[in-house]
């Protein structure tokens, strides 16, 4: 009788296992197919952001402006003096009645295409500089003549490029237009082009007289980097009043503490610069000065 009575035991406690494991299970696929739903429901959420939503996201992320993307490279720049722009503003800035004509900004010029190293057609000056043309650029609009810009800080980089358009030979597309009397080969040693510019420290600028109420270039008997003697700031193959124009760029810049050079009657630097041994390689880009 106990043995029957322990078999029966046995019989129902088995049968309360079995149960409960057939719970269990249905327990799981509840929880599994809750699960699965709720995973579904998610995706028809994702699914469901509109396609405006998406292109916003998409601007937003891809509307990162040039300053910024600048910003960031300055942050990659070497370390050294050459990367120092604190000494540096915007001729904008000083006077915004100073034309600026930036032409290793565009194509035309003796390389016949934009210099490496200028990212956006505007002038640098040392805060020296700047200041002093200001003064100069002030007596000019008295006389009813303003100062217009081709060239001012210039990086060393855009100096290099000048070296290595030299050296190729067969590059000569410009010629008619900036050394028609001259072969590529003697630019250097004529002291048209060099290893090392003055405009890489910050205080020499390159520039032209304009009318002050229209505009227009004022005639100087010779075009910006013309290589040749034309260019001479003495030259007297030139007619009176152009020689006079040129005199009264020379007058203006030399009162004002710059000193010509014979070579390009365009060219003049600040006799006290801020950075005599200094040779700067920063972007012509105005996020580098900000």
């Given at each position: 009788m106990k043995r029957k009575t322990g078999l029966v035991a046995a019989l129902l406690f088995m049968m309360m296992v079995i149960t409960a494991g057939c719970g269990?299970?249905?327990?799981?696929?509840?929880?599994?197919?809750?699960?699965?739903?709720t995973e579904a429901r998610s995706i028809e959420a994702i699914e469901e952001k509109t396609t405006e939503e998406i292109t916003t996201e998409q601007k937003t992320t891809e509307e990162k402006t040039t300053e910024e993307k600048t910003t960031e490279?300055?942050?990659?720049?070497?370390?050294?003096?050459?990367?120092?722009?604190?000494?540096?503003?915007?001729?904008s800035d000083v006077d915004p009645d100073i034309e600026q004509e930036i032409r290793y900004y565009s194509d035309?010029?003796?390389?016949?295409?934009?210099?490496?190293?200028?990212?956006?057609?505007?002038?640098?000056?040392?805060?020296?500089?700047?200041?002093?043309?200001?003064?100069?650029?002030?007596?000019?609009?008295?006389?009813?003549?303003?100062?217009?810009?081709?060239?001012?800080?210039?990086?060393?980089?855009?100096?290099d490029n000048f070296v290595e358009w030299s050296q190729d030979e067969n590059d000569t597309g410009m010629k008619e237009y900036f050394y028609p009397e001259l072969d590529k080969s003697v630019l250097f040693s004529q002291g048209y082009i060099a290893r090392h510019s003055a405009h890489s420290r910050g205080s020499t600028v390159d520039i032209t007289l304009v009318d002050a109420e229209t505009g227009s270039d004022i005639d100087m008997g010779g075009t910006f980097d013309y290589f040749g003697g034309r260019s001479h700031a003495d030259y007297s193959g030139i007619t009176e009043e152009q020689y006079s124009n040129r005199m009264i760029l020379r007058d203006a810049m030399t009162a004002h503490g710059f000193k010509p050079y014979n070579g390009e009657w365009w060219h003049f630097s600040l006799i006290n610069e801020p950075y005599p041994n200094t040779y700067f390689n920063f972007p012509v880009n105005s996020a580098y000065l900000e």
């Amino acid at each position: 009788m106990k043995r029957k009575t322990g078999l029966v035991a046995a019989l129902l406690f088995m049968m309360m296992v079995i149960t409960a494991g057939c719970g269990s299970d249905k327990k799981t696929e509840k929880t599994e197919a809750v699960a699965v739903t709720t995973e579904a429901r998610s995706i028809e959420a994702i699914e469901e952001k509109t396609t405006e939503e998406i292109t916003t996201e998409q601007k937003t992320t891809e509307e990162k402006t040039t300053e910024e993307k600048t910003t960031e490279a300055r942050r990659e720049l070497p370390e050294g003096p050459e990367y120092d722009t604190s000494g540096f503003v915007k001729i904008s800035d000083v006077d915004p009645d100073i034309e600026q004509e930036i032409r290793y900004y565009s194509d035309f010029n003796f390389v016949g295409e934009r210099i490496e190293g200028y990212e956006e057609p505007i002038a640098f000056l040392t805060r020296e500089a700047a200041t002093s043309l200001k003064d100069a650029n002030d007596d000019l609009k008295e006389k009813g003549y303003r100062l217009k810009i081709y060239d001012a800080y210039r990086p060393q980089d855009a100096v290099d490029n000048f070296v290595e358009w030299s050296q190729d030979e067969n590059d000569t597309g410009m010629k008619e237009y900036f050394y028609p009397e001259l072969d590529k080969s003697v630019l250097f040693s004529q002291g048209y082009i060099a290893r090392h510019s003055a405009h890489s420290r910050g205080s020499t600028v390159d520039i032209t007289l304009v009318d002050a109420e229209t505009g227009s270039d004022i005639d100087m008997g010779g075009t910006f980097d013309y290589f040749g003697g034309r260019s001479h700031a003495d030259y007297s193959g030139i007619t009176e009043e152009q020689y006079s124009n040129r005199m009264i760029l020379r007058d203006a810049m030399t009162a004002h503490g710059f000193k010509p050079y014979n070579g390009e009657w365009w060219h003049f630097s600040l006799i006290n610069e801020p950075y005599p041994n200094t040779y700067f390689n920063f972007p012509v880009n105005s996020a580098y000065l900000e």
